[in-house]
């Protein structure tokens, strides 16, 4: 980071716009026309700068760990050969993973890790992964010698997967090798149940008609608002409006998940063994499936680059996902000029129909990058130019250009101009996906793969859902329709993030021809008006106007939960701190502003806030049970200095319940009536959630995990109404983990 921050300066000393920023073409024909000397002095930067990023591979060292962790792990999967425990068939799972993680380039110990993996992923039950471990292995030079074993796996989840074709194609080629008795007679086994397969009556494929109507419809006004979005008809809250998937996403923080399809809850994560382990795959399907795009950015995952670049990983991911569809356009074209004018009025069409291909609406979202400073201009320069030269220099991505008539050099323009343009438009227009992940999980581990979380293939065991709470965001996302929706500080939909996918369900009832709007920030119940305005002028480059905004009291909302009482006693009043207070910010609780007192604005008196470091004491010491019921007692205490929902009493029910929950998991064994008041401390808490981030947030539904637990343990009294409501929730979740909620709902929860 330091070294690229250290190049960019250096760099940043010799960029001259001539006559400020136009565009994004104008801005690389600039740059390219610089004296040649300083041309050379700034583009050797950037090429040493990739040069030396490449990190080498200790191959020998690779492959001696991985081959350690797969021994380690033939011995757990030995183990639970003995006994009947599926807890260490997935330890074996961890293992053998750990392993082909390990292998980097060194194809024979990854082959070994991926055909052991596939013995314990099938023992467990999870046939698709394993499967796909058995190709893998034979993909990676599998021993010649053992390779009938393997096939013969293959063959026998083909048929626990039913898929027919594969099974017969696997037996096929089983008969012509020579086998051994044991082994003939598992082919008998085999073809006979291919046999009964074929003859079973064909499971109608009941995939669920996939609903692609949009509620909302767009439209143009030439004025300031540009496109904009209204609804076609009426809608009443939690209806799905639209709903849109993204061909473009990179995931943030390198999460490892699925770099095709966003899964993030992953049991047999595939790879790609050239990049340092920094992209894996849910699948061999997914990894097949991007391939086209990954072979363009594996060398610079392997350097390490991308996360480096922000915005700009998402722009060259745009790129390289619609040049494909954008080179028709341009390949008969001899000049840069002439490529780029048609790539201008590709953008410039009017129409911004729901039927337009994803790279035209893309290709047409505003960007702000001729508002931006000149500082933000140069560093959003300096990345494409780095990412250029990347492709230039270190994959063939120019090979494709060499047949047409215009230069490289004015691809090379083109290229740099469209991944600005796509950088400047991401700025406004990308989005951020959030996820449930697992709780406390240190890097290169999977959730799926703790053997004290499950009992079977996405089941969990009693209790253990809380350990799937943990909300953060986890892709950043292309979504050009979306992307229509203008701002108000009160949004009409909650967008749910499904993998790269995203639901946009009504927040609330919307009346025919009402303008359909997305918050951009924090909204109006979780942020005052002042500190909105920030980003919404730096990034977005607008005042809001918005109806929430423009009222006598545009903070009211946000207000209502930060009321106070009093705590001297002769006063007691209810009392908001004031205005100045407001705006500094009012959640002193923050170490980063502990300086900032409260004082009450009837009496005056200074607040001490005795309560808040005896709670936190409380929350320290929770593995004593008599601290627990001091703690509970603290809880309900809160009532009287702290009004209503005030957010502090979520922030404080959340440290509570989540320290009471550690020591339920270390082995405490919590009494009857702890449980109950755990359970009414959650329920509280989810009132205050609902109130402000809405019933059906991500926030609510990590919160409601807690609940379930106790639930599931038989731990506290509840009833139909409130089990309706809580099964209800598992709509606004990502697919994959609706799945596991679901079971864990039907294993323990459904009497
Ligand atoms: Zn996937
Ligand atoms: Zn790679
Ligand atoms: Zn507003
Ligand atoms: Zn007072």
Redesign the pocket.
């Known amino acids: 980071m330091e070294r690229l921050a250290r190049i960019f300066s250096q760099q940043n000393e010799l960029i001259t716009l001539n006559g400020g920023y136009k565009d994004e073409f104008e801005t690389f024909k600039s740059l390219a026309s610089m004296p040649a000397d300083t041309l050379q002095i700034f583009q050797k930067l950037a090429l040493d700068l990739l040069q030396d990023l490449e990190q080498p591979v200790d191959r020998k060292g690779c492959a001696e760990r991985s081959r350690n962790l797969r021994e380690e792990g033939n011995l757990v999967f030995k183990e639970s050969a003995s006994g009947s425990s599926k807890d260490s068939v997935l330890k074996a799972c961890r293992l053998y993973t750990a392993a082909v993680f390990e292998a980097e380039d060194a194809a024979e110990e990854l082959s070994l890790a991926f055909a052991n993996r596939g013995i314990a992923l099938q023992e467990y039950g999870y046939y698709r992964e394993a499967y796909d471990d058995c190709a893998n292995a034979l993909e990676c030079g599998y021993p010649e010698r053992l390779r009938h074993k393997v096939i013969m796996r293959q063959a026998y989840c083909a048929w626990k997967l039913k898929k027919i074709a594969s099974l017969e194609e696997h037996l096929e080629h089983l008969g012509q090798l020579q086998l051994k008795e044991n082994f003939k007679q598992q082919l008998e086994d085999l073809k006979q149940k291919l046999e009964l397969l074929k003859n079973q009556p064909k499971e109608q494929e009941t995939q669920a008609k996939v609903v692609d109507k949009s509620l909302g419809e767009i439209l143009t006004d030439p004025g300031p608002r540009g496109r904009y979005m209204v609804a076609k008809e009426a809608i009443s809250k939690g209806n799905v409006i639209f709903s849109e998937r993204a061909s473009c996403f990179v995931p943030l923080e390198q999460q490892l998940i699925c770099q095709q399809c966003a899964a993030s809850l992953m049991s047999a994560p595939i790879p790609c063994p050239n990049c340092h382990q920094r992209v894996v795959f849910c699948s061999r399907k997914c990894r097949d499936a991007q391939s086209a795009i990954h072979k363009f950015e594996c060398a610079a995952y392997r350097k390490d680059i991308l996360r480096l670049l922000g915005i700009s990983h998402l722009a060259l991911r745009l790129l390289l996902t619609y040049i494909p569809y954008i080179m028709p356009h341009l390949q008969e074209m001899t000049s840069a000029m002439g490529m780029w004018k048609e790539i201008m009025n590709l953008s410039r069409k009017p129409e911004a129909s729901e039927n337009a291909p994803e790279y035209l609406r893309s290709l047409r979202m505003v960007s702000q990058l001729d508002q931006a400073n000149n500082e933000e201009v140069n560093y959003h320069i300096l990345c494409v130019n780095l990412l250029q030269l990347y492709l230039k220099e270190h994959t063939d991505f120019y090979d494709q250009f060499h047949s047409l008539p215009a230069s490289i050099e004015d691809w090379q323009l083109i290229i740099s101009a469209l991944i600005l343009r796509f950088s400047g438009q991401l700025l406004a227009n990308g989005h951020v996906g959030d996820g449930l992940l697992g709780v406390g999980m240190e890097p290169k581990e999977f959730v799926m793969l703790q053997p004290e979380l499950w009992q079977k293939p996405r089941h969990l065991k009693r209790g253990q859902l809380h350990n799937l709470s943990h909300s953060d965001p986890i892709t950043a996302v292309n979504l050009p329709y979306l992307s229509l929706c203008n701002h108000a500080c009160e949004p009409s939909i909650r967008t749910k993030f499904d993998g790269c996918s995203v639901v946009n369900y009504a927040a609330k009832d919307i009346l025919d021809g009402e303008e359909i709007f997305n918050c951009y920030t924090n909204d109006y119940r979780t942020s005052l008006k002042l500190h909105r305005a920030h980003p919404l002028k730096d990034i977005y480059k607008f005042e809001c106007t918005c109806a929430k905004c423009t009222r006598t009291d545009p903070d009211q909302n946000y207000l209502s939960f930060h009321r106070y009482r009093?705590e001297?006693p002769n006063?007691r009043?209810e009392?908001l701190p004031d205005a100045k207070v407001q705006q500094n910010n009012l959640r002193w609780w923050l170490r980063s502003n502990a300086e900032k007192p409260i004082t009450?604005t009837?009496?005056q008196?200074l607040q001490h806030f005795a309560w808040y470091n005896e709670f936190l004491e409380l929350v320290g010491s929770s593995a004593d049970s008599s601290r627990r019921q001091a703690l509970f007692k603290a809880f309900d205490d809160l009532d009287k200095w702290l009004v209503d929902h005030h957010s502090l009493k979520r922030i404080m029910a959340e440290e509570l319940v989540t320290a009471c929950f550690y020591e339920i998991d270390g082995g405490t064994s919590l009494n009857d009536y702890e449980y109950e008041d755990l359970a009414r401390i959650i329920r509280k808490q989810l009132e205050g959630t609902a109130a402000q981030c809405g019933d059906n947030s991500t926030e609510y539904i990590a919160r409601m995990t807690y609940l379930w637990d106790i639930i599931a343990q038989k731990k506290c009294r509840t009833d139909k109404k409130e089990l309706l409501e809580m099964k209800g929730k598992v709509d606004y979740l990502a697919s994959e983990h609706r799945e596991v909620f679901l079971n864990y709902y039907n294993d323990f929860i459904e009497q």
């Open positions: 009093c001297k006063c009043q009392f009450c009837v009496c008196e």
